[in-house]
């Protein structure tokens, strides 16, 4: 059982480019959350979804966008790449409203040079 | 503004006694509040959570306590052991579905 895969593991891009993240889960779980964690600065909430089809902000979500058009992948899309968004990047699933505990994927690392 | 504060970024303690990590919190409308541990280079991992209806809620040698008047709650683990080395992490959780998280506190077990 994979749990929840994110595509890629490692990346570089160069200022302005766009990318694609890639969330993948095989639970079945409605809820999946991205988020970004940085040196001193925790996880922080970048976008979510609660269901197939629906897509909400967090707390830093510009910058960002995302799609659910299947219930098994979220994805993160970076636009135009900055600096800024250097980051180590998690996605996470779970189960329902009433079943707090969230699964993380294994990170994606994420150099805008 | 943050709504889950993590005040200490690390915290030392001797193998076979408890550690106790802290988390405070604004938002009065959390529901449940949850606790994470993480490895470098790995994802975090679920530990514990507890309901804002309950007080306490025990796993092994885990045990979450909430205070709701003092929006305050803690991690107590009894008794340490090498491998709890790691980043803790406190999560809320609302009506609006969002999982907030702090900071995090690096736990150092030493031998």
């Known amino acids: 059982n994979a749990g929840v895969t994110q595509t890629p593991k490692f990346r570089v891009l160069k200022t302005g480019q766009s990318m694609t993240l890639l969330c993948a889960q095989d639970?079945?779980?409605?809820?999946m959350y991205w988020y970004r964690q940085d040196p001193g600065m925790g996880l922080r909430l970048i976008h979510y979804s609660v269901g197939e089809g629906t897509t909400a902000k967090g707390e830093v979500p510009d910058g960002y966008n995302v799609s659910r058009l299947k219930k098994q992948n979220f994805l993160l899309g970076l636009e135009s790449a900055a600096p800024s968004q250097t980051s180590v990047y998690f996605c996470?699933?779970?189960?329902?409203?009433?079943?707090?505990?969230?699964?993380f994927g294994q990170g994606t690392r994420l150099t805008v040079v | 503004d943050q709504q889950v504060k993590q005040n200490s970024p690390s915290l030392s303690v001797q193998e076979g006694r408890i550690s106790i990590l802290n988390c405070d919190y604004t938002n009065s409308m959390f529901d449940y509040f949850l606790w994470y541990k993480k490895y470098p280079a790995e994802g975090p991992t679920f530990l514990i959570s507890?309901?804002?209806?309950?007080d306490k809620n025990e796993d092994g040698r885990f045990t979450v306590f909430l205070n709701k008047s003092a929006k305050h709650l803690s991690l107590h683990i009894v008794p340490s052991q090498p491998g709890d080395s790691a980043v803790y992490f406190c999560?809320?959780?609302?009506?609006?579905?969002?999982?907030?998280f702090g900071k995090g506190t690096r736990l150092h077990i030493l031998p």
């Open positions: 507890i309901s804002s209806i309950k």
């Open positions: 639970m079945n779980h409605e809820y």
């Open positions: 999560a809320a959780k609302g009506g609006d579905d969002k999982i907030i």
């Open positions: 996470a699933s779970s189960q329902a409203r009433d079943s707090v505990e969230a699964f």
